[in-house]
């Protein structure tokens, strides 16, 4: 997925706050979308750093890591909507997808894939990029947080935040760029429709 795609997606989930704080926390972390639906700043975000694994799910190979929070993720944490969710994340992608006319292959699980691209091409080292996503390495089983700690420090993953601090605000600007575009042509359908009703020539 490009930016300009991410910054669609960010864009068209405006009037659902719950949904683009989802989104928003995707790009920020790189984390697993369901586990991020479960995601609650109150007993995950710790100050630099958050646990993306749910206090209530338990440690398995696929697990999810301890990340650095990026500058604009925490503001986004302190600010964190209380809305009611959507009642279908699933269908509510398909229809932004629809509505944004992209691929069937933009799917929430591409993000990931995405960001292991962009991070390498940053040269952000391999472990780092592997402890954001979450990936096991060989022989490591970890059965408790600071074990997972101990695999690769959060707080001293600076190329991490180097590059997610970038990409943000590459697809805050993109999103910028989309709502302008939208908004200059719901004006000139609006004012198309209001010339005919005028009489006027559209």
Not at 154 to 177: C, F, H, I
Request: proline content about 8%; cysteine-free; glycine content about 6%.
């Amino acid at each position: 997925m490009t930016p300009a795609q991410l910054g669609a997606i960010v864009a068209f989930a405006d009037h659902e706050p719950d949904v683009q704080a989802w989104i928003w926390l995707m790009i920020g972390t790189a984390g697993r979308p369901d586990a991020l639906l479960a995601f609650n700043p109150a007993g995950q975000w710790r100050g630099e750093v958050a646990d993306l694994h749910p206090a209530d799910w338990p440690r398995t190979d696929k697990r999810n890591p301890i990340v650095p929070v990026i500058e604009p993720l925490q503001k986004l944490f302190a600010v964190w909507p209380g809305a009611a969710p959507v009642k279908s994340r699933k269908i509510w992608w398909r229809t932004m997808r629809s509505k944004l006319e992209l691929p069937t292959a933009v799917i929430q699980k591409k993000i990931r894939p995405t960001f292991a691209t962009y991070l390498r091409g940053q040269a952000v080292p391999g472990e780092q990029i592997s402890a954001l996503l979450g990936h096991k390495d060989k022989d490591d089983t970890p059965e408790s947080t600071s074990d997972i700690y101990a695999h690769v420090d959060p707080l001293k993953m600076k190329a991490t935040n180097r590059a997610l601090t970038k990409l943000w605000a590459q697809v805050e600007r993109e999103a910028t760029r989309w709502r302008a575009g939208h908004l200059l042509t719901i004006t000139a359908d609006n004012n198309k429709i209001l010339t005919t009703r005028k009489g006027g020539r559209p």
